[in-house]
């Protein structure tokens, strides 16, 4: 073995021993716990209260023995998939995992993405539309007409999932876009009579449910084609791109997520009503609908509801800091404080928890840079993550990017 081998490989064997994220994962949960901080006016009660609140006397640090990555246990969480930034990309994530298990179990080639859209301009009022939309979908994907669409095409199932963007001249954009699991390939041919068909019984639906003034454009209004992997978790909603780093679209289009950046960067009072605006329209919303049988299908189980998503944790991982609850008071408040605990958490080598006392607020201002209160802890936590709590259980445990 020579010198450059050995030196690769002892570098291997740490990096497997005290795995930790990368810094652009590290840097992606600082931006979500600022822009989190910053929308906590804005939020609702429970929103509010999520990866701040605890709910008990202490809050640990966990760590991951197989990623390296820390969360806190013992925290309130809320499990927004629309208004939280740190729920929703644990959310997402997981939901996006689950969407490339279907496409893959499937088929790449026997899967097209659909997308609808309906006309929209400022004055609209976001919850009607998304409302709207919603119901023109069902109507689109029930009754005889659409069971032939089903038996022509050899239909086997579908993903749905609501997507909205925002603009200066029209308004709030909501849309939707879907996966279609086919039985067999589409011929050029049935992709055009397919899209056809689509494209006029869609903008019936949305008449139904909406009125003329909101009838798409047969030519723009609807789009079926195949799709690859990026495409569909992008549109989808599931794409895990900072806020800060996406690109706007065409017309200075912006994404909820997009929004509530430029707020926490400018704290321009029109971001703020358009976020208010946005939270109160979707609130109780659902981003992804499996229609039915699709996942038991394709051998995926059940669906776990949001809250279960958040509230997973990995069974590998270990107690590497105990913090008493007056300290964490002082510490929640401290900018960037959260994030720095946890870096130093992914820092530090592994701890066992046994017979490990909470540590003072000296102990932690000493490991995450900044000052902490110098009293000594007194009370007791539960050695086992599992016990800590399960509305607290992977608060801030963000997925790398």
């Avoid at 589409?186 to 992709?191: A, D, K, P, V």
Wanted: glycine share 10%; proline share 5%.
């Amino acid at each position: 073995m020579t010198g450059a081998t050995a030196v690769t490989s002892s570098r291997e064997e740490r990096k497997q021993r005290n795995p930790r994220p990368s810094r652009e994962a590290q840097a992606a949960r600082r931006l979500l716990y600022r822009v989190q901080d910053a929308l906590r006016p804005l939020q609702r009660d429970r929103v509010q209260k999520c990866g701040r609140v605890r709910v008990g006397s202490m809050v640990a640090v966990l760590r991951s023995k197989e990623t390296g990555k820390a969360h806190f246990g013992g925290l309130s969480t809320c499990a927004s998939v629309w208004a939280c930034p740190v729920c929703s990309a644990i959310i997402r994530s997981r939901r996006a995992e689950e969407v490339r298990q279907a496409v893959e179990a499937h088929g790449p080639k026997r899967t097209l993405m659909l997308s609808l859209t309906v006309r929209h301009g400022l004055g609209h009022d976001l919850k009607t539309v998304r409302q709207g939309v919603a119901g023109a979908f069902r109507r689109l994907a029930r009754g005889a007409p659409w069971k032939r669409f089903v038996r022509d095409y050899g239909l086997d199932g579908s993903i749905r999932g609501l997507d909205l963007t925002h603009g200066p001249v029209n308004g709030w954009h909501p849309h939707i876009h879907a996966l279609l699991f086919f039985d067999a390939p589409l011929t050029e041919l049935q992709l055009r009579e397919a899209r056809r068909w689509l494209a006029e019984r869609w903008a019936a639906c949305v008449v139904r449910e909406l009125g003329e003034e909101h009838r798409p454009d047969l030519e723009h209004g609807t789009d079926l084609r195949p799709c690859r992997i990026a495409e569909y978790l992008t549109k989808l909603g599931l794409e895990l791109t900072s806020p800060g780093r996406t690109k706007r679209g065409k017309g200075n289009q912006r994404t909820p997520m997009q929004i509530a950046y430029d707020f926490a960067e400018r704290r321009d009072e029109r971001d703020a009503e358009l976020w208010r605006d946005y939270c109160d329209a979707m609130f109780g919303a659902k981003m992804l609908t499996w229609s039915r049988g699709l996942r038991k299908r394709l051998g995926l189980g059940e669906e776990a509801t949001d809250e279960e998503l958040v509230e997973e944790q990995e069974a590998a991982a270990e107690v590497v800091l105990l913090i008493e609850g007056r300290e964490w008071d002082e510490l929640r408040d401290v900018p960037g404080g959260r994030a720095r605990v946890l870096e130093a958490a992914e820092r530090e080598p592994a701890k066992g928890s046994s017979g490990a006392g909470p540590p003072s607020g000296e102990q932690v201002g000493r490991i995450a840079g900044f000052a902490g209160t110098k009293e000594p802890a007194s009370s007791a936590f539960p050695a086992s993550p599992r016990s800590i709590g399960r509305n607290g259980a992977v608060c801030g445990a963000v997925p790398s990017a």
